[in-house]
């Protein structure tokens, strides 16, 4: 019998993260000498990993300057750690104790997501909720989402199978990387791309809040 696993994405599923990478990209952008791109379309890009996402936003660079921006980005994000001004990636309402629940229910947990090792796990430790977790995939070991090679790992890691596992985000990309491995996308509301177009991307539900996303897999 395999494993029932819910992998869930981080930035805008697990937890709010939008001002600190707001605040890096603005700042890679300002020190290229480049004008920052409104925050708006920098929230649609959460979730790929760096270069992917510098290439939507500055479509008109090439691969070169697609890798400085990312470079520089991480690097401001390391600047904020050291001296303090990285600020505060609360978990949305109710993830704590839906993770919790779902754990209690038999429900094997992973995380799939474009932040990197150190970044996943300092906000896993600081929430405490690190344990609960049996596999972490994060952008430092496979391409950008919506490629399947996070949930393909996970799963393998997590003994499932493509059938008894279900993929949990925010974003388009999350939704069409759980429709290439073959798994149950589901959308949630609260995060940073509107409920149609995880529907359109092939969600089969978007949760509005975590009792429906908990109800929803109660279910399947």
């Not at 008894?164 to 985000?169: D, F, R």
């Not at 609260?190 to 092939?202: D, F, N, S, T």
Request: aromatic share 4%.
């Amino acid at each position: 019998m395999t494993n029932r696993l819910a992998i869930f994405d981080c930035d805008g599923t697990l937890a709010d993260s939008q001002a600190n990478i707001c605040l890096a990209m603005e700042e890679a952008f300002s020190g290229a000498k480049l004008t920052p791109p409104e925050r708006s379309l920098i929230r649609r890009i959460v979730g790929l990993n760096l270069v992917e996402a510098m290439a939507q936003l500055l479509p008109d660079a090439d691969m070169a300057m697609h890798r400085v921006l990312a470079e520089s980005y991480k690097d401001c994000f390391r600047r904020m750690r050291v001296d303090g001004t990285l600020l505060a990636e609360p978990l949305f309402d109710g993830i704590a104790e839906t993770l919790g629940a779902l754990e209690d229910a038999g429900w094997v947990l992973g995380v799939a997501t474009g932040k990197s090792d150190r970044g996943l796990h300092l906000l896993l430790d600081h929430h405490g909720v690190r344990h609960r977790f049996v596999t972490l995939q994060t952008a430092d070991r496979h391409p950008s989402k919506p490629h399947p090679s996070m949930i393909e790992a996970a799963i393998a890691e997590a003994g499932a199978s493509p059938e008894t596992s279900v993929m949990i985000g925010d974003t388009s990309f999350d939704m069409a990387m759980g429709v290439a491995a073959g798994v149950h996308p589901i959308g949630v509301g609260w995060g940073y791309h509107p409920p149609e177009e995880l529907v359109a991307a092939g969600a089969r539900t978007v949760a509005n809040d975590t009792q429906a996303m908990q109800h929803y897999l109660e279910a399947l």
